[in-house]
């Protein structure tokens, strides 16, 4: 029993040495992969009128952590605005979902 207890213990503590705030950790943005999802944050954006439609942007800065699927978090800047994009994402389902949108930046006028 005593043994259980030290390796439950143990696997806590590493839980909680290498656990981040909200989850997410730094990833490399691939076309291949997240395509398909940065595609779903941009559209979002678009049909919210918050970016004009007919530039190519790339993300600024992307992480993603597991659940059961993976989220996204695509960092997009258009000009002098910043937005924040969460999409969730089921591959094996073929589901995408935008969780949330939120402009992080606003310029100085």
Same mark, same amino acid.
């Given at each position: 029993m005593n043994k259980y207890l030290l390796i439950a213990v143990i696997a806590c503590c590493l839980a909680l040495a290498y656990a981040q705030e909200g989850g997410y950790h730094v990833a490399e943005y691939?076309?291949?992969y997240h395509g398909s999802?940065? /595609?779903?944050?941009? *559209?979002? @954006?678009?049909e919210l009128k918050l970016i004009s439609s007919n530039g190519i942007l790339h993300p600024e800065a992307f992480y993603q952590k597991i659940v059961s699927g993976a989220l996204y978090k695509f960092v997009i800047r258009e000009? *002098?605005?910043?937005?924040?994009?969460?999409?969730?994402?089921?591959?094996?389902?073929k /589901? @995408?979902?935008i969780q949330s949108v939120k402009q992080i930046h606003t310029p100085n006028i």
């Amino acid at each position: 029993m005593n043994k259980y207890l030290l390796i439950a213990v143990i696997a806590c503590c590493l839980a909680l040495a290498y656990a981040q705030e909200g989850g997410y950790h730094v990833a490399e943005y691939e076309e291949e992969y997240h395509g398909s999802a940065f /595609k779903a944050a941009i *559209q979002r @954006l678009a049909e919210l009128k918050l970016i004009s439609s007919n530039g190519i942007l790339h993300p600024e800065a992307f992480y993603q952590k597991i659940v059961s699927g993976a989220l996204y978090k695509f960092v997009i800047r258009e000009g *002098q605005k910043v937005f924040e994009v969460e999409v969730w994402s089921q591959p094996w389902l073929k /589901k @995408l979902e935008i969780q949330s949108v939120k402009q992080i930046h606003t310029p100085n006028i």
